[in-house]
């Protein structure tokens, strides 16, 4: 089966979230519980892209999702050298939450597809209301060498995983028309 055309807006009625499986059981449980609730508490949104075909009972496998939130960090846990031209308060910033391929696309570019997609998006969002950087949580090793090859830089170690961040002037240089 292929990927559909365009990330959209995770919703429970169109989209298969039991048949997600991206190898990660935290990630599996939050697509398939957590997301849809997420959104109606208007804490977070999930984008994800479908499959092109549906299934027989009508609804789309999901290939791939990200999740974004708006989010601050403490000033402190920035470099020294970007430190010096903020406010002495909490940074407004944006959270890529979460972001997973099912395991039967992994390899085949969608990882990259779908943080391209996650950027693109924070830095429309960022055209209306600013923040200074996109974060990540990483889950793991394998999460933070992804991160890291396009960009994202290691800020600190968050409740046991490694924090990574990227400038939105480094995205605005991505973006820019
Ligand atoms: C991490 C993940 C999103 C990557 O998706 P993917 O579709 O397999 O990645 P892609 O095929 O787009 O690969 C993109 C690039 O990252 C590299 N890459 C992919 N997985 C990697 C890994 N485990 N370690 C290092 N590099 C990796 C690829 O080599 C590729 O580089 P290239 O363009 O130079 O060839 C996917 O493996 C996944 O969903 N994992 C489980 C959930 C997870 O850990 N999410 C991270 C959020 S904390």
Known sequence: MSWGKEFVELDKAIHDRASFDCGEVELNAFIRTK???????GISRTMLLPASVPLPDGKYPICAFYTIAPSSISRETLPKKLIKKLPRYPVPVFLLAQLAVHLEYQGQGL?????INALEY???INSHMRAYAIIVDCLNEKAEHFYSKYGFEVLCCHNGRARMFMPMTIVEQLFQK
């Open 35 to 41: 997301a849809a609730k997420h959104m109606k508490a």
């Open 111 to 115: 990882g990259k597809i779908t943080l």
């Open 122 to 124: 924070l830095w429309e």
